[in-house]
């Protein structure tokens, strides 16, 4: 069976989908809840064949693990997905025109959804959580860095389906190599949008060849501004946060900005990074460090540590002399994902929340909430970093779009 056909299998199963009812897809989605726990040691057996693949000092290596504790967390989100409201046939708006027509809108699912994304294994089963959730069949196109770990869990997917007698045809995941790339992107005939998850550089491939719509879920180049009236408790443990849980994520801390009049807490503010991050810092943030912090992770930045998601324990730091040198830094470097202020001051609070652009903006706390499960969405599909129909972590109603139901009773149109 050539692509092509596999992908029109993919379009028929779809239709399929909006025949079940929630309560069928809620039992399959605790099946395969269950069923992930009970093959725990056949995912981490194949996932354990593409980390030994990978330098161990590579970003992604973190991305590409899984464990027995990460594991469970994937089958908590779909445990949390379950108890989420399905979104589709919801209605949106109801009107009866002077004609007595009765005119409604409703959820529908986007239909067929193309995922493009990079090392992360557990982006398979939250996709199909997600997809299956909202009536979406699914084309998936993994990473060859992940390849035994993809694998592996659809056949557990594929499995819970079969056992279900639902068409397993509503998720595929296609082979890793150009070809499938460039045949995925040219689909348009089966393939409804496609949503790259990855690096900065798999996303503008994505955007620039693909004839099919795109959502792009970009790269996270993230700052968090230490204003000057910032609590330097609560601010050093904010920082520590963002950029030391999980340093490979697109959510975690690449730049701190601080102001000029609160230099002499610097230390003191990325003493818990000290002997773990690497700082390259503009010439006054350096020239304070430069004695307190451990110089064999402090050098002096460069033009380009600035802007880049590090995807690591390094991090980059910028001395401004007010919000607006700060808002104007951001601007120029963010990648519109996720953006922080630090402040005790209303005034500079609301500024800032109403200037940056970005699809998350938080306000003393850590942009590592940047995250689906954490928004209360179950799981996530992605974050959008655009405008267009869907911005921030994408759950279950970001995965909808809506159509008119026109009722009547033989009236024509004079």
């Known amino acids: 069976m050539n692509l092509n056909e596999t992908l029109s299998l993919v379009k028929k199963a779809s239709y ?5 009812d929630h309560e069928k897809i809620n039992y399959i989605l605790n099946d395969l809840a269950e069923t992930i726990l009970i093959e725990n040691d056949v995912i981490l057996s194949e996932n354990k064949k593409d980390l030994e693949k990978m330098d161990i000092s590579n970003p992604k290596y973190d991305r590409l693990k899984l464990t027995k ?30 004609n007595d027509l009765d005119i409604y809108k409703i959820t529908v699912p986007l239909g067929v959804i193309g995922i493009i994304y990079e090392s992360r294994p557990n982006v398979t089963f939250d996709v199909f959580s997600l997809c299956f ?6 084309v998936l196109k993994g990473g060859k860095e992940a390849e035994h770990s993809n694998n592996a869990i659809i056949n557990i997917i594929h499995n819970v389906l079969d056992k279900n007698n639902i ?4 998720v595929c995941l296609m082979p ?28 503008n491939y994505v955007r620039k060849n693909s004839s099919i719509p795109v959502i792009e879920t970009g790269a996270g180049i993230v700052h968090t501004f230490f204003d000057e009236s910032g609590n330097l408790e609560i601010a050093k443990n904010i920082i520590f946060n963002a950029k030391t849980r999980r340093p490979s994520v697109c959510n975690s801390l690449d730049t701190l900005i601080i102001h000029s009049n609160r230099l002499s807490d610097l230390y003191e503010l990325v003493s818990l990074l000290d ?17 307190k912090y451990n110089s064999t992770f402090l050098h002096k930045a460069k033009e380009e540590d600035f802007g880049t998601e590090f995807l690591s324990l390094k991090m980059s730091i910028k001395t401004v002399d007010d919000i607006f040198e700060a808002i104007e830094h951001i601007t120029n470097y963010s990648s519109k994902h996720s953006e922080a202020i630090i402040s005790e001051d209303k005034n500079n609070i609301d500024i800032f929340v109403k200037s940056i652009d970005a699809a998350a903006v938080y306000v003393n706390t850590s942009t590592a909430f940047t995250d689906g499960a954490q928004f209360g969405l179950g799981a996530e599909i992605g974050i959008s970093t655009q405008k267009l129909h869907a911005r921030g972590p994408m759950g279950l109603n970001e995965l909808n779009s809506y159509k008119w139901i026109i009722k009547g009773n033989g009236q024509i149109r004079n």
């Open 16 to 20: 399929k989908l909006a025949m079940l």
């Open 69 to 98: 504790e990460r594991i469970e967390s994937i089958v908590n989100d779909i445990r949390n997905v379950i108890k989420l409201n399905c979104p589709t046939g919801r209605i949106l708006e109801e009107k009866k025109l002077p």
């Open 133 to 138: 959730k909202s009536g979406n069949a699914c």
């Open 167 to 170: 068409d397993k045809n509503i």
């Open 176 to 203: 890793n190599d150009r070809e499938t790339m460039a045949l995925v992107l040219s689909a348009d005939k089966y393939i409804d949008v496609i949503i790259p998850r990855g690096g900065q550089d798999l996303i």
């Open 275 to 291: 002997n773990k991050v690497e700082i390259f810092a503009d010439e006054k943030a350096y020239k304070e460090l430069e004695k």
